[in-house]
């Protein structure tokens, strides 16, 4: 789960380098906490929040294989 | 910017820059530009306001453009969101995005769709071609991702002058599908943002999963002439819930030929509703306030709407 935001993350930014994911699952939820560099919040956010909600509902699709919820924090 | 710019005056912004790219004789993407003033219709067509904006060529885009008219000498292109080349410089790219989108919040009800719509069009005469090496890039990164979203399938590429079509196959339709259409919607926005940044060329990019888009489209076209057939019946307004802009766009051509019903999006953003209605009427009580007569309301300082 982590690594397909990975690697989604790292194909829009600037430092791909500085992209890092950590996943927690608890019961029926998995949680992927995404960091980016500073610079590259604006790229994985959208413009109003589009590339986020894509990103999430990516996610969404891959968990309800296991037929888990999701969750995708954005750390600042 | 070493350039000096020039001034423009028009109506409103769009007709502005308009001027300012018919003087250039270059697109709004190559233009560096300004807005001093939106301008403004007044109200009720009195303290009117000119809008005035400032314009100059970019630099990065001087070279670009002198390069590109050796091959294919264009004097201009239609101005559009959507289909904006991917430059080679990001921040130049970028700051054109947001000139395009500034423009848009100006815009009068009447041309919000148009734009986009006439775009294509144009786009589909330049004779350019995708490599075959492009579109291996594109069909690895499609099924790189739907491998990590652990639905392996096949995805087969086709592609039409700078169009490509994607189309994924492998039983996994369902899943990849989403409600209404919603995770393969995602799928091809980031796919085209991430292609975006791999392939510098301008290329328009849709995946396809079986034949859900005809489906749906044939969906939504039934749908509408079912509620236009509602609408003319007992003349009250019906609603379609939000859509893209690709499937409004189907549902306004769907409904264009009908003299006796008219259909309008409304809303904000991407998704917007679409009115179905019968015109002439005005306000009408069952139909609450999308559409009522101008000045009824506190005035909508936001004119998203479209036709």
Same mark, same amino acid.
């Given at each position: 789960?982590?690594?397909?935001?990975?690697?989604?993350?790292?194909?829009?930014?600037?430092?791909?380098?500085?992209?890092?994911?950590?996943?927690?699952?608890?019961?029926?939820?998995?949680?992927?906490?995404?960091?980016?560099?500073?610079?590259?919040?604006?790229?994985?956010?959208?413009?109003?929040?589009?590339?986020?909600?894509?990103?999430?509902?990516?996610?969404?699709?891959?968990?309800?294989?296991?037929?888990?919820?999701?969750?995708?924090?954005?750390?600042? | 910017?070493?350039?000096?710019?020039?001034?423009?005056?028009?109506?409103?912004?769009?007709?502005?820059?308009?001027?300012?790219?018919?003087?250039?004789?270059?697109?709004?993407?190559?233009?560096?530009?300004?807005?001093?003033?939106?301008?403004?219709?007044?109200?009720?067509?009195?303290?009117?306001?000119?809008?005035?904006?400032?314009?100059?060529?970019?630099?990065?885009?001087?070279?670009?453009?002198?390069?590109?008219?050796?091959?294919?000498?264009?004097?201009?292109?239609?101005?559009?969101?959507?289909?904006?080349?991917?430059?080679?410089?990001?921040?130049?790219?970028?700051?054109?995005?947001?000139?395009?989108?500034?423009?848009? !919040?100006?815009?009068? @009800?009447?041309?919000?769709?148009? &734009?986009? $719509?006439? *775009?294509?069009? #144009?786009?589909?005469?330049?004779? /350019?071609?995708i490599s075959q090496e492009n579109l291996d890039i594109v069909k690895t990164?499609?099924?790189?991702?739907?491998?990590?979203?652990?639905?392996?399938?096949?995805?087969?590429?086709?592609?039409?002058?700078?169009?490509?079509?994607?189309?994924?196959?492998?039983?996994?339709?369902?899943?990849?599908?989403?409600?209404?259409?919603?995770?393969?919607?995602?799928?091809?926005?980031?796919?085209?943002?991430?292609?975006?940044?791999?392939?510098?060329?301008?290329?328009?990019?849709?995946?396809?999963? !079986?034949?859900?888009? @005809?489906?749906?489209?044939?969906? &939504?076209? $039934?749908? *509408?002439?079912? #509620?236009?057939?509602?609408?003319? /019946?007992?003349?009250?307004?019906?609603?379609?819930?939000?859509?893209?802009?690709?499937?409004?766009?189907?549902?306004?051509?769907?409904?264009?030929?009908?003299?006796?019903?008219r259909s309008r999006s409304v809303g904000e953003g991407l998704f917007k509703?679409?009115?179905?209605?019968?015109?002439?009427?005005?306000?009408?009580?069952?139909?609450r306030k999308h559409h009522s007569p101008r000045g009824q309301k506190v005035?909508?300082?936001?004119?998203?709407?479209?036709?």
């Amino acid at each position: 789960m982590k690594e397909l935001v990975a690697y989604i993350a790292k194909s829009l930014v600037d430092h791909p380098e500085e992209v890092k994911t950590a996943e927690t699952g608890e019961d029926d939820t998995v949680t992927v906490e995404l960091t980016v560099a500073k610079d590259d919040l604006g790229k994985v956010i959208g413009k109003q929040g589009r590339t986020a909600r894509a990103i999430r509902s990516i996610l969404a699709a891959a968990a309800g294989k296991e037929n888990k919820r999701s969750r995708l924090d954005i750390l600042e | 910017m070493s350039l000096e710019k020039k001034k423009f005056y028009g109506k409103e912004v769009t007709d502005a820059i308009k001027k300012a790219c018919d003087e250039f004789g270059v697109a709004q993407e190559k233009l560096d530009i300004e807005v001093v003033e939106t301008g403004s219709t007044g109200i009720f067509g009195l303290i009117r306001k000119k809008a005035y904006i400032k314009a100059a060529l970019k630099t990065v885009a001087v070279e670009e453009e002198v390069a590109k008219e050796v091959v294919v000498p264009r004097p201009q292109k239609a101005p559009s969101v959507q289909l904006a080349p991917v430059e080679p410089d990001e921040d130049v790219s970028e700051g054109a995005e947001e000139d395009v989108h500034l423009e848009d !919040g100006e815009e009068s @009800e009447d041309n919000g769709d148009d &734009l986009t $719509e006439i *775009a294509p069009a #144009l786009l589909d005469t330049e004779e /350019e071609q995708i490599s075959q090496e492009n579109l291996d890039i594109v069909k690895t990164e499609l099924s790189r991702l739907l491998e990590l979203m652990g639905y392996p399938s096949q995805v087969q590429t086709e592609s039409s002058g700078i169009s490509v079509h994607c189309c994924i196959q492998g039983g996994f339709e369902e899943a990849l599908t989403g409600q209404d259409g919603k995770t393969l919607d995602s799928l091809q926005y980031i796919l085209r943002k991430i292609i975006a940044r791999k392939i510098p060329d301008r290329l328009r990019l849709s995946i396809d999963i !079986g034949d859900f888009r @005809e489906r749906r489209q044939l969906e &939504l076209a $039934e749908k *509408a002439v079912e #509620l236009a057939r509602m609408v003319k /019946e007992d003349g009250k307004t019906q609603v379609l819930p939000a859509l893209n802009p690709s499937e409004r766009r189907v549902v306004h051509m769907t409904l264009q030929e009908d003299k006796d019903i008219r259909s309008r999006s409304v809303g904000e953003g991407l998704f917007k509703k679409i009115l179905i209605y019968k015109p002439g009427k005005g306000k009408k009580p069952g139909a609450r306030k999308h559409h009522s007569p101008r000045g009824q309301k506190v005035k909508n300082s936001k004119p998203d709407a479209e036709k």
